[in-house]
DNA sequence: CTCCTATTAGTAACCATTATCATTATTAAC
DNA sequence: GTTAATAATGATAATGGTTACTAATAGGAG
């Protein structure tokens, strides 16, 4: 294992800000600062081929990174675009009735949600006074 | 309502095959050569905007669009990239869950399939029979 | 018809991600 | 430690889906 992919592991798993690559490049560049973009492209792909890590392809954005590799969902806030983990289970029957109702072998499922941080939704509330304070 | 975007919405209409821009483009194409793409993309996000059309931002692909505007998830196929209806509601205790795990006020959310269709999961069990004929 | 505004076709720019490749680091063998 | 084989790196170019720009066109109100 390289410096490089030792110290982008480290960075990724010492934050829960999942972090697109651009940001974990900033990141790293501070402990490596001749480290290329590149470079940490290349190994974010492999360490989530080794289940080292964790790639967060959210629909519609960049792909982000996940150093808790243990599976569970995710909120994006529509205000500031922060993701934050949802700890929860996607029930065996959800699965089981999408197979049945689509004819396919299911072999994996995401569960994205949408939403407002507590920080954005009290601006927001602020503003508009419209959803019940 | 111009020409072309009467064009676009009807041939979405007359597909479930959810298209990508480009192959809208070239479906609309053969009724108005001389349309552009640029003129494809943003009639679809007009569309999509005021509810005509769905754009489905599927996770790590180009974007697929839906003229089946009725909310429901999907699956794609691994082996061929085909994406199916799955005509499924998203229990509502879900989303209360994943409200009061994360602390956001949710706002929409999306369930999305990764799996094997008929074909594709036929010509895999043809190839290797290791997953119980 | 004439003016006005919205829309178009064509093309350039954008930006996240991948590919390329000469150089450099790591590993294994001696 | 030296050497040879192999793998990874940094720098940069290329890719591909999407957006932005702009001059030309279409079409509706008066
Ligand atoms: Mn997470
Ligand atoms: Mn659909
Ligand atoms: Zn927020
Ligand atoms: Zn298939």
Redesign the pocket.
């Known amino acids: ?5 030792r110290a982008i592991l480290e960075e990724l798993r010492g934050t829960d800000a999942h972090p ?3 940001e974990l490049y900033e990141m790293v560049r501070r402990r ?1 600062p ?10 974010l ?2 360490m989530s081929e080794e289940g080292l890590a964790l790639k967060l ?1 959210h629909a519609g954005a ?2 982000r990174f996940d150093g808790n590799v243990a599976p569970h969902s995710h909120v994006r806030c529509l205000g500031c675009g922060r993701i934050s983990d949802v700890p929860m289970d996607i029930p065996r029957e959800l699965v089981a009735g999408a197979a049945k109702a689509s004819g396919y072998r299911i072999a994996g499922c995401r569960l994205e949600f949408d939403g407002w941080c507590r920080k954005c939704g009290r601006k927001r509330r602020g503003r508009c006074g419209a959803d019940g304070a």
């Open positions: 294992m390289t410096a490089q992919r697109s690559a651009t490596l001749r480290i290329s973009l590149g470079t940490v492209y290349r190994n792909e492999i392809e960049e792909c």
